[in-house]
């Protein structure tokens, strides 16, 4: 079994920053593509940002020059630094993972969530 969680969610006012960190634990073999996604209230959950197992890196436009996703593969971890944050990126963050668990199966995985909050 493999376990995502996250971390670093919070309360923050227009215009700070806040960490997010994803650690993954288990029966990993290896990790693939890694990513941020976020649910608003009301809204569809939404892609924030992913990152290869190389380090290639994609962004929603939204965040584009905000946020800078990163990863550590020795640690089975993954980052979201979010700066000049604005009041609509608030939403539950999700970390997700697609997780090899042998040298050939690798499924999908999801951590429970972490609140960010930004206020006005």
């Known amino acids: 079994q493999v376990q995502l969680v996250e971390s670093g969610g919070g309360l923050v006012q227009a215009g700070g920053s806040l ?45 584009k020059g905000r946020f800078t996703i990163s990863r550590d593969n020795g640690k089975n971890r993954m980052y979201l630094q979010m700066n000049s944050l604005k009041p609509e990126d608030t939403a539950v963050y999700y970390c997700h993972a697609e997780v090899y668990t042998s040298s050939y199966y690798a499924r999908p995985y999801w951590g429970q969530g972490t609140q960010v909050t930004v206020s006005s």
């Not at 073999?29 to 892609?47: H, V």
């Not at 924030?48 to 197992?53: D, E, G, L, N, R």
Request: aromatic residues 8%.
């Open 19 to 63: 960490r997010l960190s994803c650690a993954a634990s288990g029966s990993i073999f290896s990790i693939n593509a890694m990513g941020w996604y976020r649910q608003a209230p009301g809204k569809q959950r939404e892609l924030v940002a992913t990152i290869s197992s190389g380090g290639s890196t994609n962004y929603a436009d939204s965040v």
